[in-house]
T-cell receptor, first 115, second 108 residues
């Protein structure tokens, strides 16, 4: 079984430029998460999807961040325009379904550097 | 005060030593997760537990629900165990609350 796939693995952009990250969850996993992890800290949830519906986006900075999960499978997270403080690792995770603490499976992450 | 706290924040050990990383939490949970993150790498789930004890190879995880405390033990540590170990707790919605991690360095 393939794991969670993310691309790109690394991205360097100048501030004010747009950037997009892509995630393909494990087949059959209905729940998809986007996390941001700053250096030396634990991940923080940006948005959680149940199928194609965003059910928790309270931590997503909506002025510059957007996400979509068309057809309830792949997901894209976009930042426009990027700021220096957006430099972090962006992690995608998936689980079979919410509730009962189903285990989350994490992708390798995308390391974003904004210069 | 963070809802999930880990100790120590940094740990250096010699190869072969027995290692313990602690996690305390202050919220109600349905499960506790131990995760491993190598530098530049993604996160790998080591354990998910809601009671008692689990063992996988040289790794052992325990949890005391009444005391809201969990420990991760590594026996016969090896340099390849060097990584960040993260404790996270989840409630009914599987929303994870993460600790800040413990950076472990095992020296040969």
């Amino acid at each position: 079984e393939a794991g969670v796939v993310q691309s790109p693995r690394y991205k360097i952009i100048e501030k004010k430029q747009p950037v997009a990250f892509w995630c393909n969850p494990i087949s059959g996993h209905n729940t998809l998460y986007w996390y941001r992890q700053n250096l030396g800290q634990g991940p923080e949830l940006l948005i959680r999807y149940e199928n194609e519906e965003a059910v928790d986006d309270s931590q997503l900075p909506k002025d510059r961040f957007s996400a979509e999960r068309l057809k309830g499978v792949d997901s894209t997270l976009k930042i426009q325009p990027a700021e220096l403080g957006d430099s972090a690792v962006y992690l995608c995770a998936s689980s079979r379904r919410p509730g009962l603490s189903y285990e989350q499976y994490f992708g390798p992450g995308t390391r974003l550097t904004v210069t | 005060k963070n809802e999930v706290e880990q100790s120590p924040q940094n740990l250096t050990a010699q190869e072969g030593e027995f290692i313990t990383i602690n996690c305390s939490y202050s919220v109600g949970i349905s499960a506790l997760h131990w995760l491993q993150q190598h530098p530049g790498g993604g996160i790998v789930s080591l354990f998910m537990l809601s009671s008692g004890k689990k063992k996988h190879g040289r790794l052992i995880a325990t949890i005391n629900i009444q005391e809201k405390h969990s420990s991760l033990h590594i026996t016969a540590s090896h340099p390849r165990d060097s990584a960040v170990y993260i404790c996270a707790v989840s409630g009914a919605t599987n929303k994870l609350i993460f600790g800040t991690g413990t950076l472990l360095a095992v020296q040969p």
